[in-house]
């Protein structure tokens, strides 16, 4: 709980435009609160910002009942009550997960992105903002600088990322977590303390509590974090050379799969090489896992000189032909689904955004459904990429498969190109 009242530098109507600059192109924008102090900062800082600025977008609140904590629902209907009393559309969404076993943490936090940027997609909300600080980032540079990340892991946490086709908005990580508290000290708002932020059993909370042997050591946060956007100027600058160089040896095909040119790709420097692998491998399996980079750079080395027809790598397959590696998703790995009488719009796999005419009662993998020669797949088509591709089952007893069969109660398009395509075909 908030101790007593301190003074802090005041947020000004220049630096809240500076800070939420980043969310004007949206329309609709949800902000992630927790009911901890610096989601609730985040809220009452957008607050202040909407008020004067009539580009601002509209402002929805979410908070996530995980289950883990008694108190977890009190405090969800608790932000959103404070949420309201701003003048936000507010509300509680609910995770049950049962029994967990080990990585709580970030099973939790996969869950919490999952059920927030579903609800965005279905209400047509384009962004998430999340209250993530400076601390934080300075936090996820040691931790990764641990791990022995490259490049894009030690430039920790991203402005603007993606979850699921949603945009991800960090606008705080310039703000210190003191001057937050500080900010709901003067304005009398209440928070309530995870438990879990003080559990020396989770990374984050170790690294955390090594921040003042740091400081006396010399190395404070701020030069941390500003490490941690220099690297990432430079991670983003190979990530452009990288995604021009994909674009000239890629081909992107609708139905979910690439072909890679491999005499250009076997012309660049090593580190784009890496990229290159890296980013198909991750876009072809819909991004279900990050892979580690040793196996990114395994898998880049196999491109180059290995052997072996086929190699796997996050829910992604990569076929070695003569003139080309074809990259496409493993058959068999994507979940069944099964939507919602009034669904009419869902992602499938992360892989591909499918507009319903009508009910659709399951979506699966076409492998584990169609025996083969049922369906003829087109010849160009690898059969391991349509054994991939969505099987539909309507309510009215019709099925279809996109780029199977002939076009009917269903549209379907990738949820994103691979950096650097600008088009499918």
Known sequence: MPGAEDTFRIFDRQELAQLFSCLTRFEKVVLAVSGGADSMALMRLVSDWVQGDDKAPAVFVLSVDHGLRPEAGLEARAVCEAARGLGFEAHVLTWRPGAISGAIQEKARCARYDLMTGWCRQNGVGALATAHHLEDQAETFLMRLGRGSGLAGLGAMKAVSEWKGICVVRPLLGIGRERLAGLLRFHGVPWHDDPSNTDERFERVRVRKLAPLLDKAGIGKQALALSARR???????????????????????????????????????????????????????????????????????????????????????????????????????????????????????????????????????????????????????????????????????????????????????????????????
């Not at 493993?330 to 979940?335: K, L, N, P, S, Y």
């Not at 099964?338 to 699966?364: M, Q, T």
Request: aromatic fraction near 8%; glycine fraction near 10%.
């Open 231 to 425: 690297l990432a100027r430079a991670n983003e600058a190979l990530d452009e050379v990288a995604g021009e160089v994909l674009a000239e040896c890629t081909t992107v095909f609708r139905a979910g799969y690439c072909l890679v040119e491999r005499a250009r790709f076997l012309r660049a420097p090593g580190e784009i090489a890496i990229r290159i692998a890296g980013e198909l491998a991750g876009w072809a399996g819909g991004w279900q896992t990050e892979p580690r980079l040793s196996r990114i750079e395994a898998l880049a080395d196999w491109m180059v000189n290995g052997t072996g027809r086929a190699r796997t790598l996050a829910g992604a397959k990569i076929v070695r032909r003569k003139n080309c590696f074809v990259f496409g998703r493993e058959a068999g790995r994507a979940a069944v689904l099964e939507p919602g009488a009034d669904e009419r719009r869902i992602v499938w796999d992360n892989r591909f955004v499918i507009e319903l005419a009508g009910r659709a009662e399951k979506v699966e993998p076409f492998g584990l459904v169609a025996t083969r020669g049922e369906r003829r797949r087109p010849q160009q088509m690898p059969d391991f990429a349509a054994r991939a591709l969505p099987f539909v089952s309507f309510a009215n007893g019709k099925t279809e498969v996109p780029f199977i069969d002939p076009p009917g109660l269903l549209q379907v398009q990738l949820v994103r190109l691979p950096r650097g395509c600008c088009r499918a075909q």
